[in-house]
């Protein structure tokens, strides 16, 4: 079993940046493939991107690729996503997840999910 708590979302102004955290608790930190996803108000979650077991190798989704950067700490069981240039339709709640490869994340097939956290864009 995994448990997954997302920290460090809030309210910016857009062109803000933001890094969220993700803590994991027990040992298999390493064993899984960490995501994150998003679900804005009234819409379905969607993936941001997904970071492999060692941390060698990232997919991001086409929409954020260019201003997001996923990046882990198995040392510290950790899974962070910088977020730059933030816009207002990059406010949603924030998921991280655990999965088998990059691959499953990216399709939703996730084992662990965290509680989320709230990024809220103005503008």
């Known amino acids: 079993q995994v448990q997954l708590v997302e920290s460090g979302g809030g309210l910016v102004q857009a062109g803000a940046s933001l890094r969220l955290s993700c803590a994991a608790s027990g040992r298999t930190f390493s064993s899984n493939a960490m995501g994150w996803f998003r679900q804005a108000p009234g819409k379905d979650r969607e993936f941001v991107a997904a970071?492999?077991?060692?941390?060698?190798?990232?997919y991001s989704a086409d929409s954020v690729k260019d201003r997001i950067t996923i990046s882990r700490d198995n040392a510290k069981n950790t899974v962070y996503l910088q977020m730059n240039s933030l816009k207002p339709e990059d406010t949603a709640v924030y998921f991280c997840?655990?999965?088998?490869?990059?691959?499953?994340?990216?399709?939703?097939?996730?084992?662990?999910w965290g509680q989320g956290t709230q990024v809220t864009v103005s503008s």
């Open positions: 997840a655990a999965g088998i490869t990059v691959a499953a994340v990216e399709r939703g097939s996730v084992k662990y």
């Open positions: 970071i492999s077991r060692s941390g060698s190798s990232t």
